[in-house]
């Protein structure tokens, strides 16, 4: 499978439609994001939304989330997902490795990212291109809930 990675720009009804299909495989609890949401998300300069592209349709997304903090500009990945008929075939690669390369060209000092351990496709990848797992608690305050 040839995969092609790109920087969203814009707001198109391809794109719409292509977080409308992959997100529910991401996350039960969240809904896809709107043309409106997208607008935001992709304006955001502290966000960069990778899009795969097999065949010329969107397969795959992540998002690279970058914020400065006094010890310096840190990155993390999230919500990988790829469509689930492109899965084992390159896409999560191809886009963790494409982000890797935008955060380095922005200066970043680390990149950090979380994965369920159920996912063991997923950390097995992230492993085998270098990420490595810390040794850390991580918590999470729900604001809405």
Do not use: C, H
Not at 11 to 16: A, P, Q
């Amino acid at each position: 499978m040839s995969v092609k990675i790109e920087i969203a720009a814009e707001v198109t009804e391809e794109l719409v439609a292509a977080f409308a299909r992959l997100i529910p495989q991401l996350s039960q609890s969240s809904p896809p994001p709107d043309a409106r949401q997208l607008g935001v998300l992709l304006a955001d300069p502290g966000s960069v939304v990778l899009l795969a592209r097999s065949e010329g349709v969107i397969v795959g997304s992540l998002t690279l989330v970058l914020y400065r903090i006094p010890t310096g500009l840190k990155a993390w990945i999230e919500d990988v997902v790829v469509d689930d008929n492109a899965r084992g075939r390159g896409v999560g690669e191809a886009l963790n490795l494409a982000a890797l390369d935008e955060a380095r060209a922005r200066g970043v000092k680390g990149v950090s990212l979380t994965s369920r351990p159920s996912r063991e496709a997923a950390n097995r990848l992230y492993q085998r291109i270098g990420f490595t797992r810390r040794d850390t608690n991580v918590y999470r305050y729900d604001i809405d809930g």
